[in-house]
């Protein structure tokens, strides 16, 4: 932290809680983050202009920050971080306490600053981190224990794929058959509600299809299959186990990097803002 | 720093605290000033002005228990800290706000000598000593306010304590002549200190024997200094309560001395609270 103010010049960040003024309006307020950011006079209005019209609130612009609902004034918030157009802006739980709509109009913004910015996101919503992350970091008990995009980390969990199946027919020959088949880990085979009809957990190895196997193999044993449903490791998943291997896990956080281009650099600017803020 | 200042005064003029500060000082200006000069017609400006210092008291806590406390409890410092603006910068604008809220009641105070020209023979220049007095006055006070808001999340606390330190300034003068100025118990004062000192240190680095040595060596350089020279210590304490009696040093400008020593005291007590908020500031973002 040489140089805290080059530094911080570069970074927009949004807190968990939006740092407004309750007493100023949503134009004021902007003014003044652009004041403090230090954007030249002549572009400080325009660009005041433009970043309302990108998060929507040029409508409110007049209206006071205290008047205004959670979502609105998130959005504020995520207006002062973008303004002055940083090249990193850190996001913290940006979609918390919005309702569904606010959320997907939140999610397609961070999608549009991606493409010119690195976003580095940190969120709890781990449906929200695989819909828009390219790049995963999970932190637990404030060490890093993955990096990587989130297609590489299914593949980093154990016992990644499974087939769960209702197959009619015989127990025995079910499992003549799959004990038969290539990329079988284990099967459990469970009594279901119907006499004849069989519950069937295949756990197979990464990266082997064997549904094509497994119909031909039944179909050749004369065991329809009534239903069959391959299971993809989620992220969920494979953040519960990674944190889990680190015994009670008090707090756990997903740091996420979206558009990594220098990968290093950008935990380092990670690493560093920490110190600047917490 | 520039945009701190713009904001800071915007929202002392937009909410009811700037102006009540204002209406206060300006009342209470305008009652004595109605009471001695205009009724009594005592030329004396700074007469009027020395009587109403403990305007402070109350006005002080008023303008900064929200400057610092209320930024932290709303959590506007982290956008305050993240922008790329020192600490000091940040400090340095909320405190010149304050002092530009109170230099408006100050500047219509300027008037009041100017009025009583018209009735007689008024010193222009010892009325407005007093008054460049009282203003460095009120702005070591607003920075000891500044500091304190500094301290705490809470404004009560920092509006509470602000009031309760201040005030301990303002009652210098008695608080120090309940000391005796024997260098005896002078001397056993300041022992007592040392030996608080060397809890405190204890407690805050948990080491017995660096603190134990220094308790030690404090203690044997008090007792050696007064075997030798016991005439030292003689209204020694006196003298510490002296430094932080403020409006002792308002005295000589009220009585029309323009004192470069106050002048020096008033701006030394404004950068030390300046600093010590910083430093409060800074240490904050490292636990």
């Known amino acids: 932290m040489e140089e805290p103010e080059a530094a911080k010049k570069c970074i927009g960040y949004l807190p968990e809680q939006p740092p407004l003024y309750f007493d100023m309006t949503v134009l004021e307020y902007l003014k003044f983050a652009a004041d403090l950011k230090k954007i030249p006079k002549d572009k400080r209005s325009s660009m005041v202009d433009e970043v309302m019209e990108m998060v929507k609130i040029t409508e409110m612009k007049n209206r006071l920050i205290k008047n205004l609902s959670k979502g609105y004034r998130q959005r504020v918030g995520l207006a002062q971080a973008i303004l002055g157009y940083p090249e990193v802006i850190i996001l913290d739980e940006p979609t918390v306490g919005l309702d569904p709509k606010q959320i997907i109009e939140i999610r397609s913004l961070i999608m549009d600053l991606k493409k010119k910015h690195t976003v580095i996101l940190s ?91 497994v119909f031909y193999k039944m179909a050749e044993k004369n065991c329809p299959i009534l239903e069959m449903q391959s299971k993809k490791v989620s992220l969920e998943e494979i953040f519960l186990e990674l944190t889990e291997g680190e015994r009670v896990p008090m707090e756990e956080e997903k740091e996420l990097l979206e558009e990594s281009n220098l990968k290093e650099e950008i935990l380092e600017q990670g690493e560093e803002n920490h110190d600047g803020n917490l | 720093m520039t945009a701190i200042y713009k904001r800071e005064l915007k929202s002392y003029m937009t909410s009811m605290i700037g102006y009540l500060f204002i209406f206060f000082v300006l009342i209470l200006a305008g009652i004595y000033f109605s009471a001695y000069q205009l009724s009594a017609a005592y030329p004396k400006f700074e007469y009027t002005l020395s009587s109403m210092t403990f305007v402070f008291l109350i006005g002080i806590p008023i303008l900064t228990m929200r400057v610092l406390a209320e930024e932290r409890k709303q959590k506007t410092d982290q956008l305050l800290l993240t922008a790329p603006v020192s600490v000091g910068g940040i400090v340095l604008g909320k405190y010149l706000a304050l002092v530009t809220v109170y230099a408006i009641p100050m500047a219509v105070l300027c008037f009041y000598p100017l009025i009583m020209v018209k009735f007689g023979e008024v010193s222009l220049s010892s009325a407005y000593t007093a008054i460049l007095g009282f203003f460095l006055l009120g702005c070591a006070n607003l920075a000891i306010g500044v500091f304190i808001s500094s301290i705490t999340e809470s404004q009560v606390i920092a509006a509470v304590l602000t009031f309760v330190i201040l005030f301990a300034f303002f009652m210098m003068n008695g608080i120090s002549s309940f000391f005796s100025e024997s260098s005896l118990s002078t001397c056993i004062t300041f022992g007592l200190l040392i030996l608080a000192m060397a809890l405190v240190l204890y407690i805050m680095i948990k080491n017995v024997i660096i603190s134990a040595a220094v308790c030690v060596i404090g203690e044997g350089i008090l007792a050696a200094v007064y075997v030798f020279h016991s005439s030292f210590f003689e209204g020694g304490i006196q003298k510490v309560l002296e430094i932080f009696n403020l409006s002792s040093h308002f005295e000589n400008f009220s009585k029309s001395i323009l004192d470069i020593n106050g002048i020096i005291y008033f701006l030394s007590v404004i950068a030390i609270c300046i600093f010590l908020t910083v430093q409060s500031i800074t240490k904050r973002r490292w636990n």
């Not at chain 1, 781990?126 to 590489?152: F, M, Q, R, W």
Request: net charge negative; with cysteine; proline share 1%.
């Open chain 1, 123 to 213: 969120s709890h919503i781990l449906s929200e981190v695989s819909a828009i992350c390219d790049y995963v970091l999970i932190i637990s008990h404030g060490k890093l224990v993955a990096s990587d995009t989130p297609d590489n980390l299914g593949k980093l969990a154990a016992g990644s794929n499974s087939l769960i199946m209702q197959v009619k027919g015989d127990k025995e020959q079910i499992q003549l058959g799959l004990e038969s088949i290539e990329g079988v880990k284990e099967f459990y085979i469970d009594v279901d509600e119907g006499s004849d009809v069989w519950k069937v957990t295949v756990n197979t190895e990464e990266n082997v299809d064997i549904r094509e196997q």
